[in-house]
């Protein structure tokens, strides 16, 4: 029962051109939802987050987009820069507290110089 | 400040031997969790623990993996015994707040176990 779905396992993308990655969900109880990124043989990293309350939060180069009625939300990167190359989860805590986290499968961005 | 640490960083077993995985969380963190990863699929939650105590164990895969954290400090996650589906890198995290922040966790670096 994959509760965060990411569909498209990799995006290639050129340098200073826009990264679009996305992220489905299937639990109507999600109210905040996250994005991590994660480098080879490093952990996860978080990156930028979004409450349910709001359909938009940006942080310099990434914006998240939730559209609550379709049930999916984006990563927008603007301009995408080589080192931006990376696997991005898409995140969501349910469960008892807000410390479960269930991760879609992940993204692999490659971004060519 | 330093991060969360893992230890070892890789650990090759046969199948039936016994693993034990460690973590030491940011300093001054309550929360710790524990997520693996298996064959480049979703990474999926384990357990939480706040200080010492279990919060959610939901994600134990079965009775062969024991989680403890005495003291409230490190935590060590063992394998007894060990079966080949258990392979896949185990990420710990910490989390200091509670709320919507306890899902902002710091992770490690991950230990990649491979059983044999």
């Known amino acids: 029962d994959q509760q965060v779905k990411q569909n498209s396992p990799s995006l290639s993308v050129q340098e200073g051109r826009i990264s679009i990655l996305n992220c489905d969900y299937t639990?109507?109880?999600?109210?905040?939802f996250l994005w991590y990124k994660k480098y080879p043989a490093e952990g996860p990293t978080f990156l930028i987050s979004?409450?349910?309350?709001?359909d938009k939060n940006e942080d310099g180069r990434f914006t998240v987009f939730l559209n609550k009625s379709a049930k999916h939300l984006s990563l927008h990167i603007v301009p995408s820069q080589p080192g931006d190359s990376a696997v991005y989860f898409c995140?969501?805590?349910?469960?008892?507290?807000?410390?479960?986290?269930?991760f879609g499968q992940g993204t692999i961005l490659t971004v060519h110089p | 400040e330093a991060g969360v640490t893992q230890f070892p960083s890789h650990s090759v077993i046969e199948k039936g031997q016994t693993v034990t995985l460690r973590c030491d969380p940011i300093?001054?963190?309550?929360?710790l969790y524990w997520y693996r990863r298996v064959m480049g699929k979703e990474i999926k939650f384990l357990l939480h623990?706040?200080?010492?105590?279990?919060?959610?164990e939901s994600g134990m895969p079965n009775n062969r993996f024991l989680a403890e954290r005495t003291g409230g400090t490190y935590s060590t996650l063992k394998v007894q015994p060990a079966e080949l589906e258990d392979s896949g890198v185990y990420f710990c995290?910490?989390?200091?707040?509670?709320?919507?922040?306890?899902?902002?966790?710091?992770f490690g670096p991950g230990t990649r176990l491979t059983v044999l």
């Open positions: 639990n109507s109880m999600f109210d905040y």
């Open positions: 623990f706040v200080k010492e105590s279990k919060q959610d």
């Open positions: 979004i409450s349910s309350i709001k």
């Open positions: 300093s001054g963190h309550d929360n």
């Open positions: 995140a969501a805590p349910g469960g008892t507290s807000y410390g479960k986290l269930t």
């Open positions: 995290a910490s989390s200091q707040d509670s709320g919507f922040y306890a899902s902002e966790q710091f």
